[in-house]
C-alpha cells in the first residue's frame, strides 16, 4: 500500500503542521507501506529518501503565499498512491491532490489544521470564499474523509455541514527522553530563574493573532493567580517580542503589574520541559494538549475567562 502525504511546506516557521506530518510520514514508514511525502519551497527543490518514506520538496511558484508548484502538480499526475493525504486548506496544492485523487479514483483525505475552527473561518472569509471557488473548486465536498485533532475540531467540520466521516486522533508526539528533559529544564532555569520555584503556564505557538495571544495575555494581566509564571515561547509572525513586550509592559504600567523580561533566543531546548498549565484556543480544557509532556498536564482555553488563568510576570522567547 502506498500513501501520499502533502503539506504545503516543512519549514518549521511555518507552525506545527510542519513538524507533525512529518512525524506522521515517518511512522507511517515504520508500517508494511511505501510512504511519499511531498512539500514546496520558496527556492530549490530537493530530495531525500529514508527506507520506504520518499520525500520530495518542489519549488514553489510565485505568488508564493498561495504555494502553486508547477512541478508538484506533474509529479501528482503520475501518483500511483492508494490513499491522498493533505493537510491545511486555502492554497493551491489542495487542488493537485484533489485532482490528482480524481483522477485515480483514490480516497482523499483532509486535515484542516484549525482552519475550519469558528474564528479562522470567519476570519478573511472573503478570501476564503475566492480561495475555496478558485484555488480548489470542489474540493472539500468531494473529501472522502477528514482528520481532526480533537472533538472540538470534528464538531466544527460538522456544524459546517459537511456530512463525511471524521477521524479523531491528537498529532503524535515524541516524549522527550530523561536526558533531554533534564538538559531542557537547566536551560530553562537559567533562563527563567523564577521558573525553578513558581508554577509555569506554557504557551508555545507562533506569534499570530489567530492563535489568541493577545486575548491571553489580557486574561492573565486580569485573573493570574499570583504565584504563576507565564512562559510565552513561539515564533514571531504577526507579533514579534518586542511587540508583545511593549503591549505587556503597557498593560502591566496600567494595572501596577511587574514587565517581563525579554530573550530573543531563535534557538532553545524544548520549553515543554517547563509547562504545567497549557492555554490552548479550542481544545477543552480536559483533553490532553498534543505536545504537553505528561498525560495529567491541564490545558486551559481562554474561554475560560473566570477560572483563574493569567500576569505576565514571565519572559516572552523567541525560538521553537
Given at each position: 500500500m502506498r500513501y501520499c502525504q502533502i503539506v504545503p511546506s516543512l519549514e518549521t516557521r511555518h507552525g506545527g503542521p510542519s513538524k507533525s506530518v512529518l512525524g506522521l510520514a515517518t511512522a507511517l514508514?515504520?508500517?508494511?507501506?511505501?510512504?511519499?511525502?511531498?512539500?514546496?519551497?520558496?527556492?530549490?527543490?530537493?530530495?531525500?529518501?529514508?527506507?520506504?518514506?520518499?520525500?520530495?520538496?518542489?519549488?514553489?511558484?510565485?505568488?508564493?503565499?498561495?504555494?502553486?508548484?508547477?512541478g508538484l502538480k506533474?509529479?501528482?499526475?503520475?501518483?500511483?498512491?492508494?490513499?491522498?493525504?493533505?493537510?491545511?486548506?486555502?492554497?493551491?496544492?489542495?487542488r493537485y491532490a484533489h485532482q490528482s485523487?480524481?483522477?485515480?479514483?483514490?480516497?482523499?483525505?483532509?486535515?484542516?489544521?484549525?482552519?475550519?475552527?469558528?474564528?479562522?473561518?470567519?476570519?478573511?472569509s472573503w478570501r476564503k470564499a475566492i480561495a475555496r471557488a478558485l484555488l480548489h473548486p470542489g474540493a472539500l465536498e468531494d473529501v472522502s474523509g477528514w482528520h481532526a485533532t480533537g472533538e472540538d475540531e470534528a464538531r466544527s467540520i460538522r456544524e459546517l455541514g459537511f456530512r463525511q466521516p471524521i477521524c479523531v486522533a491528537p498529532n503524535g508526539v515524541a516524549a522527550l527522553s530523561d536526558?533531554?528533559?533534564?538538559?531542557?529544564?537547566?536551560?530553562?532555569?537559567?533562563?527563567?530563574?523564577?521558573?525553578?520555584d513558581r508554577p509555569v503556564a506554557l504557551f508555545y505557538s507562533r506569534f499570530h493573532q489567530k492563535k489568541r495571544l493577545i486575548e491571553l495575555l489580557d486574561l492573565w494581566l486580569e485573573h493570574a493567580p499570583k504565584d504563576?509564571?507565564?512562559?510565552?515561547?513561539?515564533?514571531?509572525?504577526?507579533?514579534?517580542?518586542?511587540?508583545?513586550?511593549?503591549?505587556?509592559?503597557r498593560a502591566g504600567v496600567r494595572r501596577h503589574l511587574p514587565s517581563p523580561a525579554l530573550s530573543d533566543r531563535q534557538s532553545v531546548p524544548p520549553s515543554l520541559a517547563?509547562?504545567?498549565?497549557?492555554?490552548?484556543?479550542?481544545?477543552?480544557?480536559?483533553?490532553?494538549?498534543s505536545g504537553a509532556r505528561h498525560r495529567h498536564d491541564p490545558v486551559v482555553r481562554p474561554q475560560q475567562r473566570r477560572r483563574g488563568l493569567v500576569r505576565p510576570m514571565g519572559p516572552i522567547c523567541q525560538g521553537p
Open positions: 514508514a515504520r508500517t508494511p507501506a511505501d510512504v511519499d511525502l511531498f512539500a514546496t519551497v520558496a527556492g530549490e527543490g530537493w530530495k531525500s529518501c529514508q527506507g520506504t518514506l520518499r520525500i520530495e520538496v518542489f519549488r514553489r511558484d510565485w505568488p508564493l503565499r498561495i504555494c502553486p508548484s508547477a506533474r509529479r501528482l499526475a503520475d501518483e500511483k498512491a492508494s490513499v491522498i493525504h493533505h493537510h491545511s486548506l486555502w492554497l493551491r496544492t489542495l485523487a480524481m483522477r485515480g479514483r483514490v480516497p482523499l483525505v483532509l486535515s484542516p489544521r484549525g482552519m475550519m475552527d469558528p474564528w479562522a473561518w470567519r476570519h478573511h536526558a533531554e528533559a533534564v538538559n531542557a529544564a537547566e536551560h530553562w532555569r537559567r533562563l527563567v530563574p523564577s521558573a525553578s504563576w509564571l507565564l512562559l510565552v515561547v513561539g515564533i514571531p509572525e504577526e507579533y514579534t517580542p518586542s511587540s508583545v513586550e511593549a503591549y505587556v509592559m517547563r509547562g504545567k498549565l497549557w492555554p490552548v484556543d479550542r481544545r477543552g480544557p480536559c483533553e490532553r494538549r
